[in-house]
């Protein structure tokens, strides 16, 4: 019997991983964590034999868990970004999960847990553990409808605070991220993505034009939505000003 804890902060990812699991028996699912912090104190209290582990999260990304861990179960790494995979077999993942996957491709990921000469924790797993890159996002994974949509940050317009969470404007859609704006910018590359307003966010290909009032600006974005700077954040206009 494999004692497993899932870690994601998206509801419907953990749902997947425990759907897919009921045709296995010698798998069972003791606890369930929707952020770095919770994952390492319940892998921590159940040391589990198998955790799915995503990689960005709100607090802690996958890797930072790791590194808090006294003993390391087996990985499987399930994530909508695929720049962590070279890292994630350097730490010795069993398998890594690229969303959205199929039933298929997740049954494969399972016989190499019941493959694996080594049930036990993985040794030296810490060694190799290594700080997490200055990768940023290159895709953001959405829940739209019943549907995860893979959107490219490239596309993304501006950033709208929308509550706890975040309203992303491509030029033909829009999407809601349950990640806060805050969380989110720390996430975008900063040379692309510039803050002008407690609550919005510019990508800067995007700009059409900038319209000084004043002592603050309004930016025209390519797919004409208009937005506004605030006087706090006047400097960082200025600094794409030549």
Sequence with gaps: ?????????????????????????????????????????????FKPDLVFLDIQMPGLTGFEVLSKLNEIPQIIFSTAYDQYALKAFDIHALDYLLKPYTKERFDKALQRVTNNNNSNNMLNLMNNITSESDTFLEHILIQKNNKLVSVAVKEITWIEAYGDYSKLYSNTEIYVS?????????????????????????????????????????????????????????????????
């Design 1 to 45: 019997m494999y004692n497993v804890v899932i870690v994601d902060d998206e509801k419907s990812s953990r749902q997947l991983i425990r759907e897919y699991l009921i045709d296995y028996n010698q798998f069972n699912i003791v606890a369930e964590a929707k952020n770095g912090l919770e994952a390492v104190k319940l892998i921590s209290d």
């Design 178 to 242: 349950n990640l806060g704006i805050t969380t989110l910018q720390a996430k975008l590359l900063p040379s692309l993505f510039v803050r002008v307003h407690r609550s919005s966010i510019i990508n800067i290909t995007q700009i059409l034009e900038i319209e000084k009032h004043d002592k603050t600006y309004t930016i025209r974005m390519k797919n004409k939505d208009i937005v506004r700077v605030s006087k706090t954040y006047v400097s960082e206009i200025k600094r794409l000003i030549f």
